[in-house]
């Protein structure tokens, strides 16, 4: 093992090293034209590979990946985290995994139940892979999955074919031992975080954690309306950042340490939570939560799509706290 550890720190250090060369920009709309993929994937850890998604809403451009696609080789098969916004995303990963290895995909985990972490999933289930999801995403999909496919195709137009929903597999409810491959791969729900059933897959070994949405970095988390800011919060603090990872693959943007994620997940949602709290208590008015300071979160992507509706939900559900 200690060949493999300082393999980790020769690649770690080069890749932070040209991070900020690499990063992905909301203004680039396709890194990848040989592929369905935004960008190809690359292993930025010894056996973790990932995919980086596009940092910009989803678009008929990047083909709805604007989300990380990660999959780790275990010696016994392979692990893919996230299925993808559509079929086309799934069977042009899994070509990417062909050229690396001759392991065979022996599991598909689903980070939540967004369009882009299942809507490929009829493309592994076809191939007889299971689907692993926390048992709140799959309920959420079962309610919500239409809707999801129908705003899917609404951008991805041809590129939506061959998608058909499908839902996972399998569930648990707070963690799953992936039972095959060298090293341990602990499937983690933490807590209530950016969406129902967010999980994170963490390789303790390695001290890597492939959070999910539940840490952002190059660009704004969104917060939805039912998202619960505070419970985020708590999660954070008891459950995420004690995991002691030194090195973190969030859901979007480049692998990065926790430093970085919680300084953009963590402290943005204290510091908005700040904000709208003083509005609150000057009697301000949702009209004008809307544009509380969040400059100091400007040079994130999505900034200019998010942080106002972000202002919102939060004083809407701070209201009634």
């Known amino acids: 093992m200690k060949h493999k550890f300082i393999y980790v720190l020769v690649i770690v250090f080069g890749f932070f090293i040209n991070i900020y060369s690499l990063s992905a920009n909301e203004d680039i709309a396709d890194q990848y034209p040989n592929s369905a993929l935004y960008s190809k994937p690359l292993e930025f850890f010894p056996y973790v590979f990932s995919a980086i998604g596009a940092t910009a809403p989803p678009s008929y451009e990047n083909s709805g990946h604007n989300n990380n696609l ?3 080789i275990t010696g016994d098969g392979v692990v893919v985290i996230n299925s993808g916004a559509a079929f086309t995303l799934a069977k042009a990963l899994h070509e990417e995994i062909k ?3 001759d392991q065979p995909v022996k599991l598909v985990i689903n980070e939540n139940a967004q369009g882009h972490a299942v809507l490929g ?5 076809q191939l007889g892979v299971p689907i692993l999801a926390h048992e709140d995403a799959a309920k959420e999909f079962e309610e919500r999955g239409y809707n999801i496919l129908e705003r899917m195709k609404g951008y991805n ?3 939506s074919q061959g998608t058909i929903l499908q839902s996972p597999t399998k569930t648990f409810s707070k963690k799953y031992l992936v039972p095959f491959g060298n090293f341990p791969i602990e499937v983690l729900y933490l807590g209530p975080a950016h969406s129902k059933g967010d999980i994170s897959v963490w390789l303790p070994e390695q001290k890597i954690v ?3 949405d539940i840490a952002f970095h190059e660009r704004m988390l969104p917060i939805f309306s039912d998202t619960d800011t505070a419970a985020w919060i708590e999660t954070w603090n008891a459950e995420f950042e004690p995991l002691g ?4 693959i969030p859901g979007h943007g480049h692998p990065t340490n926790m430093a970085q994620v919680k300084r953009y ?3 943005y949602l204290v510091y908005l939570r700040t904000k709208i709290a003083e509005h609150l208590y000057d009697g301000g008015e949702l009209k004008d939560a809307y544009y509380v300071d969040q400059s100091l979160y400007s040079g994130l992507d999505t900034f200019d799509e998010l942080a106002t509706n972000n202002a919102g939900r939060v004083y809407e559900a701070m209201e009634f706290e």
């Open 99 to 101: 050229l690396v290895t």
């Open 265 to 267: 997940t963590h402290d």
């Open 210 to 212: 492939i959070s999910g």
């Open 70 to 72: 990660s999959f780790i």
């Open 157 to 159: 137009h041809e590129k």
């Open 121 to 125: 999933n009829n493309y592994w289930t």
């Open 245 to 248: 990872a030194t090195y973190v």
